[in-house]
Nanobody, 123 residues
């Protein structure tokens, strides 16, 4: 079965760039019609869709985060990577990678999730 695993630093300094990687096993990033996204949940808040990449490499971002977010992929490693620049304490959250059967911006439309990874931004 398809599995997603997030990896990256758990602690990032304010003003720096947060970088997380999602490794996909048991399936391909290029498989139609799937969409692979990053979703986060700050403490005490709702899940927030950040952006993602489609099976053909096309990307989309949440408008409030677009200027600071980049999502790329390495199909040879079956990985996709999130970069969020100029982070502040507001970026402290659990970060998830997830898969849906098309572009979806509502987190609850994603049916396959990684276990999540905690990222804390320090001052």
């Amino acid at each position: 079965q398809v599995q997603l695993v997030e990896s990256g630093p758990g602690l990032v300094k304010a003003s720096q760039t947060l970088s997380l990687t999602c490794t996909v096993s048991g399936g391909s990033l290029t498989a139609y019609p799937y969409y692979w996204a990053w979703i986060r949940q700050p403490p005490g808040q709702d899940l927030e869709w950040m952006g993602g990449t489609r099976y053909d490499g096309d990307t989309a971002y949440s408008p409030p985060l677009r200027s600071r977010t980049s999502i790329s992929r390495d199909t040879s490693k079956n990985q996709f990577t999130l970069r969020l620049s100029s982070v502040t304490a507001e970026a402290t959250a659990i970060y998830y990678c997830a898969r849906a059967d098309g572009l979806r911006t509502l987190p609850h439309d994603y049916s396959l999730w990684g276990q999540g990874t905690q990222v804390t931004v320090s001052s």
